[in-house]
């Protein structure tokens, strides 16, 4: 247990990528369990491994008293000055305690102990890498689809695309490539669970940072994002320079930016719209692709009328009323859009 032990040690650390305190303080621990099963439970025992040459020794921890009481944890001054004269009534000796099998035994009885060990600091090297990337976008490929859920490998794990999570209609092929966002990282005892979406609006915000220079970099800002997953999305974007269109930015050059990202989504329709701090006027270019005659804002109620143009209503309220349900979650304001006809037959 000593060259071969140590060689495969330094393989464990190059091939897992654990650092070797970690290793060495599960090994220790191991072996105290593997001495305690096998030579007696009562003793305060404590091993250590010599990292030079692999060396394993065991130390009974017994401490100075005047009368012995329980010899398994206890010692009497006298023999104790005959280790070390210094030795003091409360202090702690240390008496090697190896036995002659212990180097077989330990390895055989610690080995299942160190390998859980070993899984465990894996799985927190885990889990500290991906909990610290959450709300981030993630590309992986589809391993499996388990009942309803879809297992992406993301290399050195996977993550779970749990149906809640999944674009409506989309379908996963083992092997597909596909870009998700982390939505949540749990611990359980089987290691790092990683909860991913394809359904979240940070999916979207998280594609125009990578497609959009100038968002990246914090010229273009996005203000807010609403979105019905696998149909259709609105962003409401600014600019912090006055010579940057936020829009023809997030667009790209004949839409090769938006269009990535509308391919990444499978089609899903995406309207860029202006933020302003005049509300009317955010309103008012949420409803789009619907033009407005006029926007009326009740500021208690947070609460606005709209008119639009009898051609543009339906196209204002879009199918199933989608497009007026994502320009009230966009601006956080009730919207009730009305004709032009609609409003001159009230008045």
């Not at 674009?167 to 990282?185: C, F, H, M, S, W």
């Not at 359904?199 to 914090?218: A, M, N, Y």
């Not at 790209?252 to 509300?279: F, M, P, Q, Y």
Request: net charge negative.
């Amino acid at each position: 247990m000593k060259a071969e032990f140590l060689e495969a040690l330094e393989q464990i650390v190059k091939d897992k990528g654990i650092t070797k305190d970690v290793l060495y303080d599960a090994l220790e621990a191991a072996l105290k369990t593997a001495y305690r099963k096998n030579f007696g439970t009562s003793q305060n025992v404590e091993v250590e491994i010599d990292k030079e040459n692999g060396e394993v020794k065991a130390y009974a921890k017994k401490v100075v008293v005047e009368n012995v009481e329980n010899p398994l944890l206890e010692i009497k001054l006298e023999d104790a000055k005959e280790i070390n004269p210094n030795y003091q009534i409360g202090d702690t000796v240390r008496i090697e305690v190896t036995p002659k099998n212990f180097g077989r035994i330990a390895a055989q009885t610690a080995k299942q102990v160190v390998l859980q060990r070993i899984r465990e600091a894996e799985r927190e090297i885990i889990y500290e890498e991906f909990v610290n990337r959450e709300s981030e976008i993630v590309t992986g490929l589809v391993q499996r689809v388990s009942k309803s859920s879809v297992l992406i490998n993301l290399g050195r794990t996977e993550g779970v695309l749990p149906p809640t999570e999944q674009i409506p209609g989309e379908i996963y092929k083992q092997g597909d490539r596909i870009k998700t966002y982390i939505l949540e990282v749990k611990k359980t005892t089987k290691g790092p669970q990683i909860i991913l979406s394809r359904t979240h609006p940070g999916l979207v915000k998280r594609l125009f940072e990578l497609e959009v220079p100038e968002i990246h970099d914090g010229i273009v800002d996005i203000y807010n994002i609403a979105r019905e997953a696998g149909s259709r999305t609105k962003i409401a974007v600014y600019s912090n320079d006055e010579n940057v269109d936020p829009v023809g930015a997030c667009v790209g050059h004949k839409g090769t930016r938006v269009k990535a990202i509308v391919d990444e989504l499978n089609g899903e329709k995406i309207d860029i719209i202006i933020w302003s701090k005049n509300i009317s006027e955010f309103i008012a270019n949420s409803l789009s692709p619907a033009k407005v005659i006029s926007v009326e804002v009740n500021e208690e109620e947070k609460s606005a009328k709209v008119i639009v143009p009898d051609y543009q209503l339906s196209l204002a309220i879009g199918k199933e009323g989608q497009n007026a349900r994502l320009a009230a979650k966009l601006t956080g304001w009730k919207i009730d859009i009305k004709s032009e006809s609609q409003e001159n037959s009230e008045i």
